[in-house]
């Protein structure tokens, strides 16, 4: 049980590993008996934030209390001011809020080094409340015609209901791992239109061209839990024998030549980036798994193809370590700003992605560098 651990324990791993397992099953549970064709889209949301808030309580213990007052007094400041203002006091207290619990982890809760703990998920919650209250003020105050084609088609017009912010900010989908996803995209999926509407123009509106069939997520699902078995195995193997600490050993910067050291520096930085591979997929899967991903027809009523996109995304994700790690030489590995790497990659997902045809596939420029 959470609450019997530190929020930064590293037994807390396996329990978030188990919770995520879970959330697996409950999401092809959730697809298959509460499918919107199904069921109506209240149920879904209640049971979609029921099954997150769970989830935290069980990994977090009281932690998870956090999640809801930052929901909370987030969505009365939604309320109570004006939509002119709203993404400003928003931003600031969901921000200042999150800095709050981050300072007392580090300070309060001594860990000795970065493991699984309550503030994680809180940054996808705090991306998520900035990203609507932006999305509501650029719907219900600004002029469509001051949007760029991406705010217009993001653009929320009304305001949501405690219940369907509540599921948009706490759902068991990506309440431990994300990923961050626009809410007209979750909403669209819970009330089950992804299927019906057309990608979107760039006038940033929906072409629906009539109900279609669902793609089956199958195929996607078990491609991202074969990728998180790779990144486990190339952890569990790799990373163990390549400890990133014997980068400054002094025995080894004494005794190691220069071209010795540079290259056990990218290969123990590109050994560690696995577990975090292993997260994200797996965190996409359950998405895929729930249905939630399809990012919907294109203009000649086809599926789109984003085979390559993990590929590509795989790939540039080695050139750009391969740079970090002779950056970290040159400026010495104790003195590295954290800001080199977030400025070349970022890690954080915008949108659950599906793999195979159809759906979703997640780019390395729509993650960013606060988890890393």
Not at 15 to 39: D, V
Not at 97 to 122: E, K, N
Not at 287 to 303: E, S, W
Not at 305 to 316: G, K
């Amino acid at each position: 049980w959470g609450s019997n651990l530190r929020p930064g324990s590293t037994e807390l791993l396996p329990i978030l590993l188990l919770c995520q397992l879970f959330a697996l099953l409950a999401a092809i549970w959730f697809r298959t008996y509460l499918h919107s064709s199904k069921t109506s889209s209240c149920i879904r949301h209640v049971v979609a934030t029921l099954l997150g808030l769970y989830l935290a309580l069980f990994c977090f213990g009281w932690y998870a209390l956090h999640f809801l007052v930052q929901s909370g007094i987030s969505y009365c400041i939604m309320m109570v001011t004006g939509v002119e203002n709203m993404h400003t006091y928003c931003f600031v207290f969901a921000l200042g809020y999150l800095t709050v619990c981050q300072v007392t982890r580090v300070y309060i809760f001594d860990y000795g080094q970065y493991s699984a703990d309550f503030s994680g998920p809180m940054m996808i919650i705090t991306q998520k409340i900035t990203s609507l209250a932006c999305e509501i003020h650029d719907g219900m105050f600004r002029k469509n015609e001051e949007l760029t084609p991406s705010q217009r088609g993001l653009a929320v017009r009304r305001m949501p209901s405690l219940l369907e912010y509540l599921s948009y900010t706490c759902n068991f989908m990506g309440i431990l791992a994300g990923p961050l996803c626009s809410y007209k995209d979750y909403i669209t999926f819970i009330e089950g239109r992804s299927y019906h509407a057309a990608q979107s123009g760039e006038s940033g509106k929906e072409g629906i061209q009539g109900e279609r069939t669902e793609p089956s997520p199958n195929a996607a699902v078990v491609q991202k839990l074969l990728i998180c078995g790779l990144s486990l195995l190339f952890h569990l193997t790799v990373c163990r024998r390549l400890p990133v600490e014997y980068n400054i050993d002094a025995h080894f910067q004494a005794t190691a030549s220069w071209p010795t050291r540079v290259l056990y520096l990218y290969v123990s930085l590109l050994a560690a980036r696995p577990k975090y591979y292993f997260a994200w997929t797996l965190a996409d899967a359950i998405n895929n798994a729930a249905g939630f991903g399809f990012r919907g027809y294109d203009k000649n009523g086809a599926l789109p193809n984003d085979t390559l996109s993990a590929i590509f995304c795989f790939c540039r994700s080695v050139i750009i370590t391969l740079f970090r790690s002779f950056s970290r030489y040159l400026l010495g590995v104790h003195h590295v700003p954290q800001a080199l790497g977030i400025q070349q990659i970022r890690w954080v997902q915008s949108g659950p992605s599906w793999g195979s045809r159809g759906y979703r596939e997640s780019s390395c420029d729509q993650r960013g560098g606060g988890c890393l």
